[in-house]
């Protein structure tokens, strides 16, 4: 069975300092990994990607996350943190195109000035 | 790019009525939607899958006659809460898969705040 698990409940950074969010998943398969924003009362707004290729994936709005077959982690990271990046942060997964994604618990970026 | 659009993005109902949410694929097909729901401060938990043209398949421990998913064309889902109550106040989120060759990310609707009085 396929899970993902963000073992933070919550980070906090001051703005300006680089940021990471945690995720590690299990997948039978080879993974289709995603990152996903929300904002308070809203819907998801996708990040980034993992299908294939390089290990280190470039997004929407400075992050990055980098692949780790043998750790079977795909942390999120930006450089600098921004307030305006404070928001709920979900980490999924997937194993093969078109099935449900499997999102984990969620992590609350704080960014503070 | 894809869009998805849910409507509505909040309702207020009392308890014992049902509450109909449609999730609409703007510009492309989708022979499959997904309904999520989400609890204050938790994760997104797949409910359902939706397919055109045959019954929805739900996940273990979701009542299908309470959570009625009907996915009319290819490009509407409903998802209708009946006989609702306070319980079934949550966040709710339909999503489409990739929605052609080279896509691999879904795309979701706004979600919709049910709030069961």
């Known amino acids: 069975a396929q899970s993902v698990a963000q073992p933070e409940d919550q980070v906090n950074v001051a703005e300006g300092n680089p940021l990471t969010v945690k995720c590690t998943y299990s997948?039978?398969?080879?993974?289709?990994l995603f990152w996903y924003v929300q904002y308070p009362n809203r819907g998801l707004q996708f990040l980034l990607k993992?299908?294939?290729?390089?290990?280190l994936v470039k997004g929407s709005y400075g992050f990055e996350a980098e692949f780790n077959k043998s750790q079977t982690s795909f942390h999120l990271k930006k450089p600098s943190a921004l307030v305006s990046d404070s928001a709920l942060y979900f980490c999924?997964?997937?194993?093969?195109?078109?099935?449900?994604?499997?999102f984990g618990k969620g992590t609350t970026l704080s960014v503070s000035s | 790019g894809a869009v998805v659009s849910q409507h509505p993005s909040w309702v207020i109902c009392k308890s014992g009525t049902s509450v109909k949410i449609e999730c609409r694929s703007l510009?492309?097909?989708?022979?499959?939607m997904f309904w999520y729901r989400q609890f204050p401060k938790q994760s997104l938990m797949l409910m359902a899958t939706?397919?055109?043209?045959?019954?929805?398949?739900?996940e273990q421990g979701v009542e299908k006659d309470k959570f009625l998913i009907n996915h009319a064309s290819l490009t509407l889902s409903t998802l209708t809460v009946t006989s609702a109550h306070p319980e079934d106040s949550s966040f709710y989120i339909c999503?489409?898969?990739?929605?052609?060759?080279?896509?691999?990310?879904?795309?979701f609707g706004q979600g919709t705040r049910l709030t069961v009085v």
């Open positions: 999503s489409a898969p990739p929605p052609g060759r080279g896509r691999t990310e879904a795309f």
């Open positions: 997948v039978s398969g080879n993974p289709y």
């Open positions: 993992y299908i294939t290729g390089d290990n």
């Open positions: 999924a997964v997937r194993d093969q195109a078109g099935t449900a994604l499997i």
């Open positions: 510009d492309f097909q989708a022979t499959t």
């Open positions: 939706s397919n055109e043209g045959s019954k929805a398949t739900y």
